[in-house]
């Protein structure tokens, strides 16, 4: 899916609600969480969350709690979370690009750094398609941990985060530190390309598209 960097969505940067929705994926969240994340005033993302709603990008979550005011990304959220504001590709650029991906799923699990190996790939998306212009490279990705003692893992995971915090790395929330030895790994996958949309292999989406195993190891 392509998105016009230009535009708006709930009055706010395109850009910046694709982000919002990107950062929230795997979790439930309230309009604190919003107004936080996006930087307005908690009146501001209440009308955002609402919006959000009416748009189908976000779910309210039934909750028997009386507070209640919970919301949780939708599907339709995900396509938009994982949308490119690069220009469409080019087949034979993107033949080029997906080359270059694999050839760093390979160096991964080659790489004793990383605390998570590269189970499996799977493509999906305009590339599956006959066309000659592709909006960009739909890839999910699942991850195993290297370590299977988990003692000895959890120690790693907590010196890779404190070597993160001393690099200068700010965590946001608890869940994205608890995570960052998977998303180190994600980082290096797309190293900053702007044609590779990385989703995990629980995506609701790969339940509704056909998709192609391009990796898998069975080690």
């Known amino acids: 899916m392509y998105i016009d960097p230009t535009t708006t969505i709930a009055g706010l940067p395109s850009i910046v609600v ?32 609402k919006e959000l709603v009416a748009l189908g990008c976000v779910d309210p979550v039934k909750s028997r709690d009386r507070g209640g005011g919970r ?37 991964i699990n080659n790489d004793d750094y990383y605390l998570y190996r590269v189970k499996r790939v799977l493509l999906f998306g305009s590339y599956l398609r006959d066309a000659e212009r592709i909006n960009d490279i ?25 070597d993160a915090i001393r690099g200068g790395r700010r965590f946001s929330n608890i869940s994205e530190e608890t995570s960052w030895p998977e998303i180190e790994v994600l980082l290096a996958l797309k190293a900053r390309s702007r044609a590779i949309s990385l989703h995990p292999t629980e995506d609701a989406i790969l339940e509704r598209t056909e998709y192609r195993v391009l990796f898998e190891d069975r080690s």
Request: a positive charge; proline letters at 3%.
């Open 18 to 49: 694709r982000e919002f929705l990107h950062a929230a994926a795997p979790f439930e969240w309230n309009v604190d969480y919003a107004a936080e994340r996006l930087c307005v005033s908690r009146r501001r993302a209440h009308r955002v969350v």
């Open 71 to 107: 919301f949780k990304r939708s599907l339709a959220g995900s396509t938009l979370a994982h949308a490119s504001a690069a220009r469409p590709l080019r087949r034979e650029t993107a033949q080029r690009k997906l080359a270059e991906f694999l050839e760093r799923v390979r160096r």
């Open 138 to 162: 739909d890839i999910a990705v699942e991850l195993a941990p290297r370590h299977t003692d988990d003692e000895e893992r959890w120690a790693l995971h907590h010196t890779r985060v404190n």
